[in-house]
């Protein structure tokens, strides 16, 4: 993801390159003369990446997976000194998605069945996807009814080198509603995640997600 966030800088006006880490070296030297930090590396390094961030008070846009609870806390305090964004996925598309699943939720009511149908390359090894688990979530609590209904179903499939498609699927008896976005390559990560280093830097501290980064103006 380190050469797609170069390239999508590059492609981009506006904004420069201040460094990229590579294990071994000095983080906070490498932040020195940067304005706003994106991460994308692992959770072994996020202990790190946050107290950087926290002591120079430097923004960060967080695009790390597979975070345990106890990392989640920490990056919780640290949105208390710093604005950071953190998005299991930071594609624009599926933010999008995301918002459109909560609205048809709370507008098609319990009696329609939401299922949710993730496809992956081969080497992805969690099922369903986070992301998948991310848009039950938003769909669950859009509702927020506990009603049977509520419930989402989820089908997976893992083959060739897919970089990831996500359909829900809103079932009655008499209609369907379907809903979906398709990954090309992994730039869009990338993407999303510089469109919200351009936004958090102008924010108070807090934790954000890519739905505030592109629905804020909306409230």
């Known amino acids: 993801m380190g050469?797609?966030?170069?390239q999508a800088i590059e492609n981009t006006g506006g904004v420069q390159l201040a460094?990229?880490?590579?294990?071994?070296?000095?983080?906070?030297?490498?932040?020195?003369?940067?304005?706003?930090?994106?991460d994308f590396s692992l959770p072994a390094a996020t202990a790190e990446v946050l107290a950087v961030a926290d002591k120079q008070r430097l923004p960060l846009v967080c695009g790390v997976s597979g975070l345990d609870s106890e990392q989640m806390r920490a990056l919780q305090e640290t949105a208390q000194q710093i604005p950071l964004v953190f998005d299991r996925n930071m594609s624009q598309g599926i933010s999008v998605l995301s918002?459109?699943?909560g609205r048809a939720a709370r507008s098609l009511g319990a009696e329609f069945c939401a299922a949710i149908h993730e496809v992956h390359h081969v080497h992805k090894i969690d099922a369903p996807s986070g992301t998948a688990l991310q848009l039950g979530e938003?769909?669950?609590?859009a509702r927020a009814t506990g009603e049977a209904?509520?419930?989402?179903?989820?089908?997976?499939?893992r083959r060739g080198e897919v970089p990831g498609d996500h359909t829900i699927t809103f079932s009655s008896p008499s209609e369907t509603?379907?809903?979906?976005?398709?990954?090309?390559?992994?730039?869009v990560f990338a993407a999303g995640a510089l469109r919200a280093a351009r936004w958090v830097i102008l924010q108070p501290p807090g934790l954000y997600r890519m739905r505030d980064v592109l629905f804020?103006?909306?409230e």
């Open 19 to 38: 460094g990229i880490w590579s294990r071994g070296e000095s983080l906070q030297k490498i932040v020195a003369g940067a304005d706003v930090l994106i």
């Open 3 to 6: 050469q797609a966030v170069k």
């Open 177 to 187: 509603l379907t809903l979906g976005h398709s990954v090309s390559n992994r730039s």
């Open 99 to 101: 918002e459109l699943a």
């Open 138 to 141: 938003r769909i669950v609590t």
């Open 216 to 218: 804020a103006g909306d």
């Open 149 to 157: 209904g509520d419930a989402v179903r989820y089908t997976y499939e």
